[in-house]
């Protein structure tokens, strides 16, 4: 062994260099670390490649250093980790890529800050995330900021927190974008506050959000209102909230409204939530108005309190339709007047109820005119009770009120509207309370005059029932002409009030829709065509001292229709005060006349009866009628058989169209025929009677005295005697032959 290591001693450095691959690879461990410096000088690539990693390894430093370039690369693979930390800056500089890249972890921690200053930015650039993470603190902190701006983007992102917090002010200065947009959370969040103040806008605006949300709260102190302007719209919206409550009052107003606006609009509700009282206090009111209306829903009941009547001018209708109940009313009085009209014009109905009485007193003239009817509409109880009259004599304010809410303004506010009441509409009029002590009643006398025909006419029936005299009185012709019969039997109880002239206003229709009752409180001054133009039945149901009520020119107003509506009793009052109302009865009124009534009527009246009425009175009434009947043959055979005879007139036989007819002639029972006195049969045989018409019954009850009356033919008279048939002249006796 000893003379092959003194052969290898002896072979020249020429000679080194001309040994084929194979003889060099089979030098042993011993023989290596035995050759010159010259020898191991004169090593070429090829050679160099071929060594084993067991002879590469036993290679000195003073080897290695004298070495060609190389050949070192060659080898740089199977170099220990001291090896390499033998090499001389030039040796490791003059590496390239893919062998700075092929280094161990173990090899790049052994790399002295020389050897690390020594290599070029594009050999850090080829440094690998292992590698990366295997440089200690001293060899980070000794790259210049030209090699720290060269490492790859995922060689920068391997960074360990520890090797994070070791880099100095300039080394993070000298980051790029895309560096620091390649930084994890963990890396950023190990940043200290120090640190994270001495990034650059564009460094901050690089972060990425995931890194922006890994903030702690510790690191926000020391971000400048410079950096926080650079935040991009994507990072603001990932602060945290615990982080954004660091932000003191200096930083959000030092930021320009422009930039602000960037991050207002960015915030989460957490985020809007976690701003104090003093901040929100603070904000511009075009800060205020920038914020989108998911942010704006977020502020608490404090920070809504906190706003300042100065801030809330810009404030939307759709930030204001976000709020909830609790959040509107914690708006001070203050700050709802210095809202925009339009911003009340647009907060929803749900949302306009909730307003405290307060607020809603609060409100301004513009603000009350912007108001949709929707919006008024939607008004409670109370709100409508805080309405000033000023509120309410805006025909926009009270035309949009619900008849619900008509019904809760005051006497004061409803006075307050005087003639305006007026505009009211009749749904809203019939919103009016009732009752002695309720809006009808108090209505004062102008604002009764003020009243439309159509407002009169929708009033309910309570309403109408609870007008006062004082009012009733005042109420216009058209108006009282305008109550449906429904409505004016409401107000049966103020008839009394009424004066004659608006009595005769009633309509036909109206008149005719009383009931008794309040027919009798006004029958007395009805007009007689009023009268005229009652019911049947209104007729039928009046009772006996109303009747007796009825002036003689009401009375003779009174229809056939009306009278025969009328039982016996009350005709027998009708016809004591208006001549000529029997003959318009029906034939059931008449029937059911007393004799002595019938025996009122005149000539013309009985005469004016109808045949069906005649025929339906019984024996007692004709006889009470039969002086003054004409018209003989509307009489019935069984009424004919039923009559005095001796009251019969000359033209009550005798008239060839009106006088009894033959067979009215034979109806004539030989009772009456009998009883007849002289005068009367004389009447009777001297009227042209046809004797041949009687039957021997009858001729025979004419007795001696009355038959010899019987006319002969002398002189103008009919022969009557001569008339006699046959069966006649048997039927005598033999007194009446002589």
Known sequence: IDEELDQIKALTADQ?????TAAVAALTTTQIASLREDQVQAFTVGQASKLSSAAVRKLSDDQLKVMDYEAVRAMAPTLLANQIGALTNDQLASFSNPQIAALTTAQVAALSVGQLGALSASQIGAFTTAQARAL?????????DDQIASLSLAATAALKTDQIQALQDSQLASLTVGQI????????RALTSEQLGKLSESQIAALTTDAIKALRTEQVAGLTTDQIRALTTAQAERLQAAVLAQFD???MKAMEVEDLAKVLTSLKAGQIQALTDDQVASLSDAQVTALKTDQFAALGVSQLAALQASQVGGVTSNQLRTLSDVQLKALTAATVTALSDSAVAGLKTDQINKLTTEQIRALSDSQIDALTSAQLRALTDEQVKALEADDLAKAGVRGALTSTQVGQLSTAQLNALGADVATLSTTQLRGLTTGSTGQIAALTYSQVVALGTDQFRAMTAQQLGSLTGLQVVNIAMDDLQALLPGQLAAMSNQFGALSATQVGWLTSTQVRS???DSLGALLGRLSDLQVSQLTTGQVGALQTDQLVSLTTSQASALTQAQLRALDSTDL???NELRAGVIPNLSVEQLAALDPTELGKLTVAQVNALSSDQVQALDDSQIDAIIGKLNEMRDLSLSQVAGLDVSKLRAAQVTDATNGLSNDQLRALTTTQLTSVSYGSVELL???????????AEQLVALGNVNINLLTDGTGSTANQVS???SDQLRSLSSAQLN
């Not at 947009?181 to 950023?188: E, H, N, S, W």
């Not at 045989?685 to 039957?695: C, E, H, P």
């Open 136 to 144: 200690d603190a001293t060899q980070l902190g000794s790259l210049s």
């Open 723 to 725: 008339a006699l048939t």
């Open 685 to 695: 045989v001297n009227i042209g009677l046809k004797v041949d018409q009687l039957s």
């Open 16 to 20: 080194i260099a001309a040994l084929n």
């Open 514 to 516: 009383l009931d008794n």
């Open 249 to 251: 009052s200096d930083q």
């Open 181 to 188: 947009d390649k930084l994890t959370t963990a890396q950023v």
């Open 572 to 574: 027998a009052i009708i």
